[in-house]
């Protein structure tokens, strides 16, 4: 492949983005391609070169990329504005879908990311509760403030990872293992007075792809509620891509409160706080507890998610399911077949290869992979025309328009890509 264009393009980009781009995440060795367009399943860099995307913008492009009935409706609300500062009857009509797909939806906030969404939960959590510590399992992402940019370190308060985060603002930060009972119950009756909240990624999906062993989200749910703490679920990367109820409906687990980004925006950003009335309505000017943004509910966005919610229907769920089957299926046999013991982990359109022989089932075991081989397992697969997201602990990502000549294509290029390793 030549990448001459985008070589050129970086060379200039240092020039005016620290480190060349506006997320660390898409910095790789020796410099990322650029973008010029993308269309389905594909992307396609400046220098003519075609790719399987299975980053899909980090999820949230599970309908594939300028999916037509998005497109066209966005259209017709460009025409219309794109911000207006003051209520739309769109806000209720996406508000009413939330609610009517995800099981612990009763009231919805839409906010402008993610972090937000995290960041919003959080405090609502706090004031409900009258209490400030908060715990978060260690690897967990929940955005870029500061409460939760915290390092791992089991069963204590987290020293902040990264300058210009003080240390007071991560004290009330507890962290436990994913997976671990023993360790959430000793955390809990040590400062079960104190917590607000557990926030959780349903399925950890910043350390790779890590779902929950057996019945541990039931176990959470259950040692929450006997303590008068809130679950929050962190479904940035889950809400709507497992099922038309996101986690909480695949797994049947109803917790207090949920967070929203990525797909509920048809790919325009978008955040959301959804949960239970008697705490959602305690948000300003209901409540007390502040939340504000002036682009929140704007109506690209808003229009963009009542879009996708046409899109993601029963046929569409059973379609992603039986690729994420016969992806993981097909990779599992190319590593039988070379004798490599390493581990695959996914559930539905989710789907990670860690470069380990050890279970991965938490951060610590996460952390045994050998990411320097992924890397490598990386450059292979692009320069085979298959973009993943450049390191061991993020994840791969099915959308509705992958097809099956797609993943064989794919499948091809991991074996070349595991044989050369």
Do not use: W
């Not at 980009?13 to 650029?34: C, E, H, M, T």
């Not at 239970?276 to 939340?291: L, N, R, T, V």
């Not at 016969?326 to 581990?343: A, E, P, V």
């Amino acid at each position: 492949m030549n990448f001459d264009k985008s070589k050129k393009l970086y060379e200039e980009s240092v020039n005016f983005l620290p480190g060349g781009v506006d997320s660390p995440i898409r910095a790789f060795k020796p410099y990322p391609f650029f973008v010029e367009k993308a269309k389905g399943s594909k992307l396609f860099d400046v220098d003519g070169n075609e790719y399987i995307d299975y980053c899909l913008g980090y999820g949230p492009i599970i309908f594939g990329h300028a999916n037509e009935t998005i497109i066209k409706e966005s259209i017709e609300q460009i025409e219309l504005g794109t911000a207006y500062g003051v209520p739309s009857e769109k806000e209720i009509i996406l508000a009413k879908e939330v609610i009517n797909r995800v099981p612990c939806a009763e009231m919805v906030r839409f906010c402008n990311s993610g972090t937000e969404a995290t960041m919003s939960a959080i405090r609502l959590a706090r004031g409900v509760t009258k209490r400030n510590k908060i715990i978060k399992f260690e690897g967990a992402y929940h955005g870029a403030h500061d409460a939760v940019l915290v390092k791992s370190g089991s069963g204590m308060a987290g020293k902040p990872d990264s300058p210009g985060v003080p240390e007071d603002a991560t004290k009330n930060t507890i962290l436990v293992p994913f997976n671990d009972k023993e360790a959430m119950t000793k955390i809990i009756n040590e400062n079960k007075d104190e917590i607000a909240c557990v926030i959780i990624e349903p399925i950890m999906g910043n350390i790779g792809c890590v779902p929950p062993r057996d019945d541990y989200l039931k176990y959470l749910r259950e040692i929450t509620e006997s303590n008068n703490i809130l679950l929050i679920f962190d479904e940035v990367i889950t809400g709507f891509r497992l099922s038309k109820g996101g986690a909480q409906e695949y797994y049947n687990i109803v917790p207090d409160l949920v967070t929203f980004g990525k797909i509920l925006g048809g790919g325009f950003p978008i955040g959301a706080i959804a949960g239970k009335k008697e705490y959602i309505e305690q948000f300003a000017p209901s409540g007390s507890i502040y939340q504000a943004g002036t682009f929140s509910g704007n109506p690209m966005s808003i229009n963009g998610g009542i879009a996708a919610f046409k899109v993601l229907n029963d046929k569409f769920y059973k379609d992603l399911h039986d690729k994420g089957e016969y992806l993981r299926n097909g990779m599992s046999n190319i590593l039988d077949d070379l004798k490599l013991d390493f581990q695959i982990n996914g559930a539905e359109s989710m789907t990670q290869v860690y470069f380990t022989e050890h279970e991965v089932y938490d951060y610590e075991t996460a952390k045994l992979s050998d990411s320097e081989g992924f890397l490598k397992y990386f450059h292979k697969l692009l320069e085979n025309g298959v973009f993943i997201a450049p390191s061991q602990f993020e994840c791969c990502f099915l959308s509705g328009k992958h097809s099956k000549e797609d993943i064989d294509k794919t499948l091809e290029a991991m074996e070349i890509a595991f044989k050369e390793l």
